[in-house]
């Protein structure tokens, strides 16, 4: 038995419009969350990302450690 769902004509391209437009605006905050993590530990002093365990050239690492698998 054939199962037919029906779906008003015009409405499907705009649900996938306003889906990209959705996900683009969240991978935009995501990426502005993300650089301003990474300025804010630029902007301390090698002392204070010591004391975090951090160094300098190993910050994107750890902001994008998620993205990367680390």
Same mark, same amino acid.
């Given at each position: 038995?054939?199962?037919?769902?029906?779906?008003?004509?015009? +409405?499907?391209?705009?649900?996938?419009?306003?889906?990209?437009?959705?996900? &683009? $605006? @969240?991978?935009? *905050?995501?990426? !502005?969350?993300?650089?301003?993590?990474?300025? +804010?530990?630029?902007?301390?002093?090698?002392?204070?990302?010591?004391?975090? &365990? $951090? @160094?300098?050239? *190993?910050?994107? !690492?750890?902001?994008?450690?998620?993205?990367?698998?680390?």
């Amino acid at each position: 038995m054939a199962d037919i769902s029906f779906q008003p004509a015009g +409405r499907r391209p705009f649900s996938r419009l306003f889906s990209g437009i959705g996900l &683009g $605006l @969240s991978m935009s *905050a995501a990426a !502005r969350s993300r650089m301003t993590q990474i300025e +804010r530990l630029n902007a301390m002093g090698d002392d204070d990302l010591a004391a975090r &365990g $951090l @160094s300098r050239d *190993a910050i994107p !690492r750890y902001v994008f450690r998620d993205l990367i698998g680390l």
